[in-house]
T-cell receptor, first 109, second 112 residues
Framework: DVKVTQSSRYLVKRTGEKVFLECVQDMDHENMFWYRQDPGLGLRLIYFSYDVKMKEKGDIPEGYSVSREKKERFSLILESASTNQTSMYLC????????FGSGTRLTVV | GEDVEQSLFLSVREGDSSVINCTYTDSSSTYLYWYKQEPGAGLQLLTYIFSNMDMKQDQRLTVLLNKKDKHLSLRIADTQTGDSAIYFCAESILYGNNRLAFGKGNQVVVIP
C-alpha cells in the first residue's frame, strides 16, 4: 500500500511565522499535490509537482510556495502565515487515483 | 475550466440505500472517482469508473455514469453507521499531469 505521511496532524502558528508542512510518500510516485480543504469549498489545489525540482501552480497558489528536492518529499511553505490560511492541508500522490495523507489542521492565530 | 458539482448534505436511515449525485464538465475525463473522508482523516479512494463504462458494482457500492448528461452517482446499499462521512467525486483532467478536479463534497449522516 502506498503510504503518504504528513509530519503533523495539528499545528498552531502565529501570524507572520514561516510554516513548513512536510509530506513524504514511499512508492516512488512522480506526481505529488498539496490541497487545502475548507467547509463549503471542498478541496482546492495549491501546488503540484510531477518531478524532482519541478513545480506547478494550482488554483490558489498565492501566499504559498513549495519545495521538491527529493522524489519522495514535497514540502508546502507558508512564507508569512496569515489567519486566512487556517485550514486543513492535504497532501496526495499518484497518477490516475490519488492516495492522500491524513491531513494537517493548521490554525494561524 | 473544470467544475464538479455536488449537493451538500444527505441523511439516511441505517439499512436504507443512499444515493449521492455529481455532475462534471470535462467530457474528455478518462476516469471518474469517488472518495470518502471520515472525520479528522484524509480522503480514501472508494471506487472509480472508466469513462467507457456505464456502471460498476463493488460489493455495496454501485457507480452509474451518464456521459451524455455528465452525471455520476454513487449508490450505497444497506447503509451502515460506518458510512457516515463526506463523499467527494472527482474527474481526471487530461491537461497538466493527471490532475483531479474535486467536487465540494457531500456529507452523509446515517441515522441508527
Amino acid at each position: 500500500d502506498v503510504k503518504v505521511t504528513q509530519s503533523s496532524r495539528y499545528l498552531v502558528k502565529r501570524t507572520g511565522e514561516k510554516v513548513f508542512l512536510e509530506c513524504v510518500q514511499d512508492m516512488d510516485h512522480e506526481n505529488m499535490f498539496w490541497y487545502r480543504q475548507d467547509p463549503g469549498l471542498g478541496l482546492r489545489l495549491i501546488y503540484f509537482s510531477y518531478d524532482v525540482k519541478m513545480k506547478e501552480k494550482g488554483d490558489i497558489p498565492e501566499g504559498y510556495s513549495v519545495s521538491r528536492e527529493k522524489k519522495e518529499r514535497f514540502s508546502l511553505i507558508l512564507e508569512s502565515a496569515s489567519t486566512n490560511q487556517t485550514s486543513m492541508y492535504l497532501c496526495a500522490t499518484g497518477a490516475e487515483g490519488y492516495t492522500f495523507g491524513s491531513g494537517t489542521r493548521l490554525t494561524v492565530v | 475550466g473544470e467544475d464538479v458539482e455536488q449537493s451538500l448534505f444527505l441523511s439516511v436511515r441505517e439499512g436504507d440505500s443512499s444515493v449521492i449525485n455529481c455532475t462534471y464538465t470535462d467530457s474528455s475525463s478518462t476516469y471518474l472517482y469517488w472518495y470518502k473522508q471520515e472525520p479528522g482523516a484524509g480522503l480514501q479512494l472508494l471506487t472509480y469508473i472508466f469513462s467507457n463504462m456505464d456502471m460498476k458494482q463493488d460489493q455495496r457500492l454501485t457507480v452509474l455514469l451518464n456521459k451524455k448528461d455528465k452525471h455520476l452517482s454513487l449508490r450505497i446499499a444497506d447503509t451502515q453507521t460506518g458510512d457516515s462521512a463526506i463523499y467527494f467525486c472527482a474527474e481526471s483532467i487530461l491537461y497538466g499531469n493527471n490532475r483531479l478536479a474535486f467536487g465540494k463534497g457531500n456529507q452523509v449522516v446515517v441515522i441508527p
